[in-house]
């Protein structure tokens, strides 16, 4: 399980979520741009997908507010992408 931090919108109120990591779908990649010699030999990016609709382990009113807020984030199949080339490690417990 992955553990995130949410806040609500305006009193910042952190709630702590365990996010199953067997729902999240989880790649390593090639990252694009400049990088140097290691830019086309390592995979230096992460990439988590997850489908909302299906993220059980959320409330409905926060797939609603995710799906609203981060709607360029899902693609047409209803995954959320988050990507990083800067951090390639997930931490999980």
């Known amino acids: 399980m992955m553990t995130s931090d949410l806040s609500s919108d305006q009193n910042r109120v952190y709630k702590k979520i365990d ?3 067997d729902q ?3 790649k390593y990649a090639r990252s694009s741009g400049p990088g140097g010699q290691n830019v086309n030999k390592l995979n230096t990016k992460a990439e988590i997908r997850f489908k909302v609709s299906e993220a059980e382990w959320m409330s409905e009113e ?3 507010r995710l799906e609203e807020q981060q709607k360029n984030r899902i ?4 995954e959320l992408i988050i990507s990083s080339q800067e ?4 931490i999980y417990n």
Do not use: Q, S, W
């Open 75 to 78: 693609n047409k199949d209803g």
């Open 87 to 90: 951090h390639r490690y997930i």
């Open 19 to 21: 996010i199953p990591f």
């Open 24 to 26: 999240l779908e989880v």
């Open 62 to 64: 926060v797939r609603r």
